[in-house]
T-cell receptor, first 112, second 109 residues
Framework: DTGVSQDPRHKITKRGQNVTFRCDPI?????LYWYRQTLGQGPEFLTY????????KSRLLSDRFSAERPKGSFSTLEIQRTEQGDSAMYLC??????????FGPGTRLTVL | RKEVEQDPGPFNVPEGATVAFNCTYS??????FFWYRQDCRKEPKLLMS???SGNEDGRFTAQLNRASQYISLLIRDSKLSDSATYLC??????????FGAGTRLTVKP
């Protein structure tokens, strides 16, 4: 399967813990995006990388959130001191210069 | 007001019906437009890009009206397998995509 992959698929954590998610984009795609989706809503943009450079961050991305793409391939999204309001599906997408974005299966986070 | 707005539905239609969804966007600088399909608890999958001249893919037709800032999706001869949530997406002049909340479609036998 050469699509976007994400790991883990599900994460249950207690409030206050840190969590880290990984995204592996389609191999030839240089652009990578993180979104958050809650029930009944569309995906909300969090941040965007072109190669290893983080070019844009949404105001939704509080200082508890950090994302990296150190070698311009896979990316990680870390949430520190999780809160119940962080419970959501975290989606990763990638694209090439054509700007059509392809999504991974997502990581479903539940904060207890 | 949200940047991208859709009628949440649900639309409940019989098999074989024709159904149309509209989506409005507020940022006139938006450059690219898409329809995604999302099944329950799955990721969005690209259904089709929307071009200024309109485009068709089998039973699906998408149109863009820049003057009125809306895009539409028409599904003809609907199938049970078309039941899903349809998300409208708009890319602005930077690189983030803005999504509508989705329109839920249920096709019934």
């Amino acid at each position: 399967d050469t699509g976007v992959s994400q790991d883990p698929r599900h994460k249950i954590t207690k409030r206050g813990q840190n969590v880290t998610f990984r995204c592996d984009p389609i191999s030839e795609h240089n652009r990578l995006y993180w979104y958050r989706q809650t029930l009944g809503q569309g995906p909300e943009f969090l941040t965007y990388f072109q190669n290893e450079a983080q070019l844009e961050k949404s105001r939704l991305l509080s200082d508890r959130f950090s994302a990296e793409r150190p070698k311009g391939s896979f990316s990680t999204l870390e949430i520190q001191r999780t809160e119940q309001g962080d419970s959501a599906m975290y989606l990763c997408a990638s694209s090439s210069f054509t700007d059509t974005q392809y999504f991974g299966p997502g990581t479903r986070l539940t904060v207890l | 007001r949200k940047e991208v707005e859709q009628d949440p539905g649900p639309f409940n239609v019989p098999e074989g019906a024709t159904v149309a969804f509209n989506c409005t966007y507020s940022n006139s600088a938006s450059q690219s437009f898409f329809w995604y399909r999302q099944d329950c608890r799955k990721e969005p999958k690209l259904l089709m890009s929307v071009y200024s001249s309109g485009n068709e893919d089998g039973r699906f037709t998408a149109q863009l009206n820049r003057a009125s800032q809306y895009i539409s999706l028409l599904i003809r001869d609907s199938k049970l397998s078309d039941s899903a949530t349809y998300l409208c997406a708009v890319r602005r002049n930077n690189n983030d995509m803005r999504f509508g909340a989705g329109t839920r479609l249920t096709v019934k036998p």
